[in-house]
C-alpha cells in the first residue's frame, strides 16, 4: 500500500539512532569487560570467595530487573534525557567506586543499536582482559567510568532532543496489555528462554575463565583470543541459521536445535574441558548457539506478540533476561564454591534441558509484520473497523486503541490482500511501521 513517508532514514533520525547507539556501545562495552575477567582476577582480592564473584557477576541483572520499568515510567513523565544522564552518573560512580575499592523507523534504529550492543560485547570480550592484564582491576573500573561520561558527552552533544514523546502500546509496557501478555504460554517459553539463556551466560562466565587458567594452563592475560577466535567464527556460523529460519520459516527448529546445541555444550566442557582444545572448540560453539538465541528471540517475541502488546511483551522479556543475568551469576558461584567447576557446567546443561522441554510445545510462530495506523475522527467513529480488517487475507490480529485515535495491525506480508486493506484504511488512516 502506499506509503506517503520516505523509506530512509531523515537525518535527524539517523543522528539520533546513531548517538543512541554509541551510547549503548559505550555503556555495553564498559560492563561487558568485566565479565571474562572478574571471575580470575576477582579471586586475588581480599575476601574473594566463588560466591561473591558470582554475585558480583550477577548484581547488574539484578538492579536492571528492578529499575527498568519504574525509570520507564517516570522518564514519561520528565524526559528522556534525564534518565539517561542518570543511568549513566550511576555507571560513572559505580566503576570509580569499584576502582578505589581494590515510530516508522524505529526497527532500523533499533536494529542499529542492537547490532552495536553485539559488536561491543564482542569487543569487551577481548579489551576487557588486555586492559586489566596492563592496569589490573581498577584500571579496567576506571575505564568503565570513562565510557559512562563519553556516553553523556554523546547525550548531550550527539543525540537531538526529541520534539516531544510519542507514547504509545508498541514503545513501552501498556497496563492495559500486561494481564494478557503474563497469560500467553508462548511468550512464556520465550521469556523462560531468554532468562535461562542469560542465566547460562552469567554462570558460564564464573567456571570458564577459571577452567582456562586451573585446566587448560593458559595465562589470565591471553584469555582475549579465546573469546575473539570463538565470537568471529560464532558470528559467521549463525547466519545460515538465521536466514534459513526466517526463509523458509522454520524458526521452531531453528531455536529448538540452538537450544540442543547448547545444552551439548555444557556437557562437553564437563566431559571435555581438560584441555585448552577443548575448551576453545567448546567455546566456540557455546557462543554460536548463544549468539544464535540472543538475535532470534526478541523476533519471536515481535512475532508471538498481539497487535499493540509489542512493547508490553518487551518489557516482561527484558526483565526477564536481566533476572536470568543476575540469577546464573549468583547460581554459578554457588555451585562453583560448593561443587567445582564441572558442576557449574552440569548446572548450565540442565538449565538448557529445562528450557528445551518447554520450547518442544511451543507452536510454530507466525510470520507477521506490526503496522500502527493513526486514524482520523471519521475512522473512529466507525464501528467494527478491527473486525472488518480481520477480514481480509493476511490480517492476524487487529485492534483499536481509542485514546491514541490509532489501529495496531499484525498482518502476514506474503498472504496480504493489500487492495482491500487499502480500501478500508485510505480514506481515514496512514499507514507506518511500528
Known sequence: MHDTHSERMSSGETRAAGGLALVFAFRMLGMFMVLPVLATYGMDLAGASPALIGLAIGAYGLTQAVLQIPFGILSDRIGRRPIIYFGLIIFALG???????????????????????GLSFAVAMVVGPVITGAFGLSGLFLATGGMALLGMLIVAFVVPKANGPLVHRESGVAKQALGATLRHPDLLRLDLGIFVLHAMLMSSFVALPLALVEKAGLPKEEHWWVYLTALLVSFFAMIPFIIYGEKKRQMKRVLLGAVFVLM??????????????????????????????????????????????KGTAMGVYSTSQFLGSAAGGILGGWLFQHGGLD????????????????AVTMREPPYVTSL??????????EAGLAERLMSVAGVTDAVVVAEEAAIYIKLDTKLLDRASLEKLVNPASEACEA
Do not use: C
Open 95 to 117: 566503576s570509580v567506586v569499584a576502582a578505589n575499592a581494590r515510530e516508522q523507523h524505529r526497527t532500523k534504529a533499533m536494529a542499529m543499536i542492537g547490532m552495536t550492543i
Open 372 to 381: 500502527r495506523l493513526p486514524l482520523s475522527p471519521q475512522a473512529q467513529r
Open 264 to 309: 551439548l555444550s555444557e556437557l562437553f566442557f564437563w566431559a571435555y574441558g581438560d584441555t585448552l582444545r577443548a575448551l576453545v572448540i567448546g567455546t566456540v560453539v557455546f557462543f554460536t548457539a548463544f549468539n544464535l538465541l540472543e538475535a532470534s528471540l526478541p523476533s519471536l517475541i515481535s512475532k508471538v506478540s498481539p497487535a499493540g502488546g
Open 343 to 358: 558442576v557449574v557446567f552440569l548446572g548450565g546443561a540442565a538449565m538448557a534441558a529445562v528450557w528445551l522441554a518447554f
